[in-house]
């Protein structure tokens, strides 16, 4: 009887194996710095050499608000 289930145990371990996902992993928060943009490639360049992250510049601003740089990144 005990080897019985302990063979259906081992099966339900094959059949239905631990997901990675299940593991808590410790990230890295999302940090965000703004700055006027100086044009698009130069934004992704700065952020990418001052903090390692991903930098764009906002697609539509009101016309007297200059364009910005939003920088995500992780601290």
């Known amino acids: ?3 019985y289930f302990t063979l259906c145990f081992l099966l339900l ?3 239905f194996p631990c997901d ?3 593991v808590p992993l ?3 928060k999302a940090c965000y710095k703004v700055w006027t943009c100086k044009g698009g490639d130069r934004c992704w360049e700065d952020c990418r050499n001052r ?3 991903r930098g ?3 697609l539509y601003t009101a016309p007297p608000v ?3 740089c ?3 990144y992780k601290c």
């Open 1 to 3: 009887m005990a080897k």
């Open 13 to 15: 371990l094959l059949v």
């Open 20 to 22: 990675e996902k299940r």
């Open 26 to 28: 410790a990230e890295a």
């Open 51 to 53: 903090f390692n992250g």
């Open 56 to 58: 764009m510049c906002d």
């Open 66 to 68: 200059p364009k910005q």
């Open 70 to 72: 939003f920088c995500a």
